[in-house]
């Protein structure tokens, strides 16, 4: 199949680009580790109230491990439990996040901390806060008639 | 085939009565497009803040016919009618078995449409058309859905059996271009409706109806997404047909590459199906290695896209040259601008240069979590389905449906019909830069107007929600334009005839080779590719299966 020399160039130059980006996207991921959140937690949907940690709900500061705090919020329709969030700026946190009923968003407006939560799941994602201020948590996941009244506040505070 | 008067026209017409076919494809198209497009502008209105929909209709509600009848309906049908006109004109007048299954997959289409969209108003359904279980819809609404994928399936029979009969009649021949093209599409179309097929059928029936309790939320959204994102290329690929069959010809230009066309094409079937991940980068229960392994497959079809582009512009230029154009760019300004035919499309093209940067962006892995949810990828897909295939659509529109009721698009429709483009055009500019931007702020899609409890950040959102509700209203006007033309073109234009332009491949183009066409090779790869993107991620997914949920009617 013939293919035009203006076209080689083109598509020479298109498919370098891609794989390079390719290469920055892939390294950042499997050398940094820097992924998408995910979870490989199971949990059944109907009992969260009376698994751990979900029973206590709330950040907890943890010694001897990756991670500074861990935040632990249960979603459901259309409410976060707890409603507002304290962490240290420069810390390290592992947002630990599940639901009871359908699938919820969450989202911290403003940053890229962004998981879906699903009923049998555990979300979690591990970063570090480097931003102070009032950043607002919302469902961005429709959930139902009051999806956009489902908040909380992650205060990050000097 | 062809008679004599055709023959002096100088080009085939479709025959009528496949003409009718497609034609009832159209209507069904249209009134989707004006029922959705008026759900839209409600949405922005309320989105803004300064309006609340009366006597109870809920933004959920409308949201979901938005979706729908724009996402589903309008583009499913408007893709079969326009292929059913493709394949009778470039392989000839479907024989009365092949018209009568078109028939039949038409209706049950509309009789699923009908149902689901009744228990949508009913408010039974506002479940969006994504369907989010464990919410759970009235049963109806998914049998219904299930009708329109099973009839869409009759209709592509009866397009394969078409081109079959060609390629038993033409031992040896490289079917029409055209022809070829509809049949990728179809196939790929059949092999991703699958997994909706699968969810409705299998999970979300039997879960509706009582007759399971529970439903595998995680299953049913990979099932949905393995279908959710081919979905978008079966929009994307009737509207590059026109662009590389129809355009050249409305150009006075030839096709630059049949066989760079049909490659394109093939790696569109091969790359467009095993990538549904990447709709679910931020979900738990998929292990990271695969989530990458789909980014990577979705950025193939990059290639694709860098073929289409080349080849249209390269048809551009030699037409411009060949009309005496000089200097480097001289050949943009010796395009017929004044052509609607031309200049609408065209506007749709420009349309996919930042939309398609955007849709790097929402397929990178990491980048993803930024964007996710929130209304940055509705701007994203307002500027690829509803701005680069709709205008595609439209500006075919222009000459298709007075091809097939035998009448001609008048000059002064010629002009309105630019005018239009042009309004999409500006109401489109407003309307998806202010989501891109607002969408990186935080603001999410698919959401009722909120002040978030008054919180800072979402006050700032607001002004460019009233942005967005301007852009949609600009657009609206649009809507109503191309209605004006599409109504005068059904039943007022003056009588005549109308060609249905096909494009000549250029002299210097060598001939294409018939491995292109070795649908044994091109499906055994694709199938290959499916089965390596999901079958270790999916079987992980039924052994690790938590409990199940439960359905929820929670609007």
Known sequence: MHIHKYEKWWLTFGISSLVLFLVIVGFSAFHYGSHPPTGKVYIDP?????????????????????????????????????????????????????????????????????????????????????????FLILCNEYCGVGHSSMTSMLKVVE | MTTIKEKALGFTIVDRRDGKLALANMYVAFIALFIGGLCGLLQVLVRSGKFTLPWGIGYYQVLTVHGVLLGLILTTYFILGFQIAAMSRTSGTFTDKQRLLGWIGFWVMTIGTVAAATMVLLNEASVLYTFYAPLQAHWIFYVGMALVVVGSWIVGIALFMKYIEWRKANPGQPSPLLSFMVVVNMAMWQICTLGVAVEVVFQLIPWSLGWVDKVDVLLSRTLFWYFGHPLVYFWLLPAYMVWYVVIPKII?????????????????????????????LTEPGIQSFWKFLQVVLTMMVVIPSLLTAFSMFASFELRGRQLGAKGLFGWFKKLPWNDARFTVPFIGMAAFVPAGAGGIINASHQMNQLIHNTIWVTGHFHLTVATTVVLTFF?????????????????????????????????????????????????????????????????????????????????????????????????????????????????????????????????????????????????????????????????
């Open chain 2, 252 to 280: 006075g230009g030839k096709i630059f590459s049949d066989a760079l066309a049909r490659l394109s094409f093939m790696l569109f079937l091969l790359f467009s199906i095993p990538v549904g991940f990447h709709h679910q």
């Open chain 1, 46 to 134: 109907e009992r969260v109230d009376e698994i751990a940690p979900f029973n206590n709900p709330g950040v907890h500061k943890v010694e001897g491990k990756e991670w500074d705090y861990e935040v632990v919020l249960v979603a459901s329709a259309f409410f976060y439990n707890p409603p507002e969030i304290e962490v240290p700026l420069g810390s390290t946190v592992k947002f630990i996040s599940t639901t009871k009923d359908v699938v919820h968003g969450f989202q911290v407006a403003g940053t890229n901390i962004n998981m879906i939560l699903e009923p049998g799941y555990v979300s979690e994602y591990v970063t570090t806060v480097d931003k102070a201020g009032e």
């Open chain 2, 395 to 555: 500006g075919a529109s222009y000459w298709l449906l007075p091809h097939l009721t035998g009448r001609v698009l008048t000059k002064q429709m010629n002009k309105l019909a630019i005018i239009q483009g042009i309004v999409w055009a500006v109401g489109m500019t407003i309307m998806s830069a202010a989501m891109h931007i607002v969408g990186l702020m935080g603001a999410p899609r698919r959401s009722d107007f909120s002040t978030y409890g008054g919180a800072a950040q979402a006050t700032d959102w607001i002004p460019y929600q009233i942005a967005q509700a301007v852009g949609g209203t600009i657009l609206f006007v649009g809507i109503i334009l191309i209605l004006y033309i599409v109504v005068n073109l059904l039943f007022f234009a003056p009588k005549g005839e109308t060609e249905f332009p096909i494009g000549e491949v250029s002299e210097h183009a060598e001939k294409s080779p018939m491995w292109l066409e070795n649908w044994k090779i091109w499906l055994t790869i694709c199938i290959a590719l499916i089965l390596f993107a999901y079958t270790v991620p999916v079987i992980e997914m039924i052994q690790n299966a938590p409990p199940g949920s439960k359905g929820y009617k929670f609007w």
